[in-house]
């Protein structure tokens, strides 16, 4: 810039900084005229999760992902769940060193179908992310970003591009919401959800976290499920997740199972086909259906797979397409978890 700063164009921030000075996210910073990614090689760990964990549900349901983070995000949620890594700024809370090429060969010898970027928002590793996604295609493993969807117009095309799947935390559907709760704002978020689903093949589901009385509103639901069902139509599946106390957000009780399922019946009326509950036991509301027949498509209790119901990817039962990604069987990775030590 003409003041002698750099501006980061990566997300809607658009930090200005003086050279040496770090960006909001911690993690990019100006150096000699330029935006570098702090991070890049770095993670605070590897784990094998099952893919129902992003959560995503209708991307190769029943596999195994390895998936892992950095440190840093470029929203600043008072209730984060993941706060001990996306609020880490101690270069040795990055505790694990592996190069886009190693991740790629750890998910293959593992037998991953995917690599998750999660635990903090990819956006902002977006480099390490990419050369990552690269490195995964080659040996045909998918590529999963588990996002905020806090990214600039200009930035998500090249993002993107390397992504088969995504799931958005839609963090609330209200701007005074992101105002004050994540220092952020909704409208770039929603903007990110349109330009995803309709111009981009990467497949995409939504997560929506509740907060007793912050952002579970009977109108607030209604509106934002609207507003799903006419941007991005009616078959993108939304995951009502459950609260629990956290970081600078303790004085809110845990969500209760009757706001979730309040929530997924909202969802229904505004005509979303594939509504979901998270966090809580609840194999009904964990389960897919057929849109047209009701029959179930995919029983699940947790993590662990039951009924299975599809079949070339329809309805075993009237044969009604059902959006997704699908093996020619569900896998059998279930609710493990498992660390990984690259090196």
């Not at 996210?25 to 784990?47: E, H, K, M, P, W």
């Given at each position: 810039m003409d003041?002698g ?14 050279d ?13 005229g ?79 179908t ?14 390490y992310a990419?050369?990552?996604a690269?490195?995964?295609?080659a ?78 509103s ?9 507003w ?36 997924r ?13 998270g ?18 498509l995919?029983?699940?209790?947790g993590?662990?797979?039951?009924h299975?119901g599809?079949?070339?990817?329809a ?9 997704g990604?699908?093996?020619?069987k ?14």
């Amino acid at each position: 810039m003409d003041n002698g700063r750099v501006r980061c164009d990566l997300c809607p921030r658009h930090c200005t900084l003086k050279d040496g000075q770090c960006a909001f996210c911690f993690v990019r910073q100006a150096r000699d005229g330029n935006i570098a990614l702090t991070t890049y090689g770095r993670s605070t760990g590897f784990c094998i999760d099952p893919i129902e964990k992003k959560p995503l549900n209708h991307f190769y349901p029943g596999s195994s992902v390895l998936s892992f983070g950095t440190a840093g995000c470029n929203l600043g949620c008072r209730f984060c769940q993941n706060w001990d890594m996306s609020k880490a700024r101690e270069v040795t809370r990055l505790s694990d060193a592996a190069s886009p090429q190693e991740i790629a060969q750890s998910a293959k010898q593992s037998g991953c179908t995917s690599v998750a970027f999660t635990y903090n928002d990819p956006v902002i590793f977006y480099e390490y992310a990419v050369d990552t996604a690269i490195a995964c295609h080659a040996l045909d493993i998918k590529t999963v970003a588990v996002t905020a969807g806090y990214i600039t117009d200009q930035a998500r095309p090249g993002f993107f591009e390397h992504m088969d799947a995504a799931n958005v935390d839609l963090k609330s559907f209200s701007e005074n919401f992101y105002r004050h709760q994540c220092y952020g704002e909704l409208q770039p978020v929603l903007d990110t959800l349109t330009y995803l689903v309709r111009e981009t093949h990467v497949w995409v589901e939504i997560t929506n976290l509740l907060i007793p009385g912050a952002n579970d509103s009977d109108e607030e639901l209604s509106a934002m499920c609207q507003w799903l069902a006419t941007n991005l139509g009616t078959d993108v599946p939304i995951h009502f997740t459950a609260f629990h106390p956290d970081f600078k957000m303790l004085n809110k009780p845990r969500t209760p199972t009757a706001t979730l399922s309040r929530a997924r019946n909202a969802a229904i009326e505004a005509g979303l086909h594939y509504v979901f509950t998270g966090n809580v036991s609840d194999p009904k509301g964990q389960s897919t259906y057929c849109p047209n027949c009701e029959a179930l498509l995919i029983e699940r209790n947790g993590y662990d797979l039951g009924h299975w119901g599809i079949q070339n990817g329809a309805c075993k039962e009237c044969g009604t397409r059902i959006p997704g990604r699908f093996a020619d069987k569900p896998g059998d990775w279930g609710g493990r978890r498992r660390p990984v030590h690259i090196r």
